[in-house]
Nanobody, 127 residues
Framework: QVQLVESGGGLVQPGGSLRLSCAAS????????IGWFRQAPGKEREGVSY????????YYADSVKGRFTISRDNAKSTVYLQMNSLKPEDTAVYYC????????????????????WGQGTQVTVSL
């Protein structure tokens, strides 16, 4: 059974940090590119970060560039999103998704290119 399971969300104060994890099972993560997306209440789901299958290319949305870092450990079938200097506008449900091929600009965040999705983890940034 193919699964992506996100974890690590929670409530954090502005300026704080969280590390999200995306654990894959039922397929070989090594061959998949991974994207992190988020959806805030009342808004469309948007791309946050991307990493290719071989960990040689990453991409970030302008809104998180310099604050978030994506990484992967294929031996653990897990992808991470380190989020620092969090802001209230980062509040959202965060999803990871797997694409069967590496993606290139401007296609990093085209959601139809991702065929496996996790259930999401809530991140709330508030005092």
């Amino acid at each position: 059974q193919v699964q992506l399971v996100e974890s690590g969300g929670g409530l954090v104060q502005p300026g704080g940090s969280l590390r999200l994890s995306c654990a894959a099972s039922g397929f070989t993560l090594d061959y998949y590119a991974i994207g992190w997306f988020r959806q805030a209440p009342g808004k469309e789901r948007e791309g946050v970060s991307y990493i290719n299958s071989s960990d040689t290319n990453t991409y970030y949305a302008d809104s998180v560039k310099g604050r978030f870092t994506i990484s992967r450990d294929n031996a653990k079938s897990t992808v991470y999103l380190q989020m620092n200097s969090l802001k209230p506008e980062d509040t959202a449900v965060y999803y990871c998704a797997a694409a069967p091929t590496d993606l290139y600009s401007p296609y990093f965040f085209i959601q139809a290119l991702y065929n496996y999705w996790g259930q999401g983890t809530q991140v709330t940034v508030s005092l």
